[in-house]
Nanobody, 124 residues
Framework: QVQLVESGGGLVQAGGSLRLSCAAS????????MGWFRQAPGKEREFVAA????????YYKDSVKGRFTISRDNAKNTAYLQMNSLKPEDTAIYVC?????????????????WGQGTQVTVSS
C-alpha cells in the first residue's frame, strides 16, 4: 500500500494557476499509475487526470484538457498536476490516487490508494 500526501492547494483568482504535488512513500512508486480526482461540495467525486507508470500515456477529463497537465518525477516519488486558466467550477478538494487496479482510469473503484486531499478554491 502506497501512502500519498498532497500539497499545493489554495485560493486563486479565475484565470490563475496552481501546481498540486503528490508525494508517495515506498520504493515502488515508479511502477504505479497515478491520478487525480476531485470532489466539489454537494457533488460526486470525479476523475480529473491520470498518468501511466512510465509516463507514456496521460488521460484527462474533457473539461480540463488544454488547461491541466499531469506529470511525474519518479526520482522524487512525486506526481504533479499543473492547473492553468482556472475557473470557479474547478473549485473542489483534489485527491491524489495511485495503483490502478483495472483498465478504466475514470472509475473510483479502480484505484487502490487515496490521499487525504487538498483544497483548491477559485474565486470569480
Amino acid at each position: 500500500q502506497v501512502q500519498l500526501v498532497e500539497s499545493g492547494g489554495g485560493l486563486v483568482q479565475a484565470g490563475g494557476s496552481l501546481r498540486l504535488s503528490c508525494a508517495a512513500s515506498g520504493r515502488t512508486f515508479s511502477s504505479y499509475d497515478m491520478g487525480w480526482f476531485r470532489q466539489a461540495p454537494g457533488k460526486e467525486r470525479e476523475f480529473v487526470a491520470a498518468i501511466r507508470w512510465s509516463g507514456s500515456n496521460t488521460y484527462y477529463k474533457d473539461s480540463v484538457k488544454g488547461r491541466f497537465t499531469i506529470s511525474r518525477d519518479n526520482a522524487k516519488n512525486t506526481a504533479y498536476l499543473q492547473m492553468n486558466s482556472l475557473k470557479p467550477e474547478d473549485t473542489a478538494i483534489y485527491v491524489c490516487v495511485a495503483n490502478l487496479l483495472g483498465t478504466a482510469v475514470g472509475s473510483t473503484t479502480n484505484w487502490g490508494s487515496w490521499g487525504q486531499g487538498t483544497q483548491v478554491t477559485v474565486s470569480s
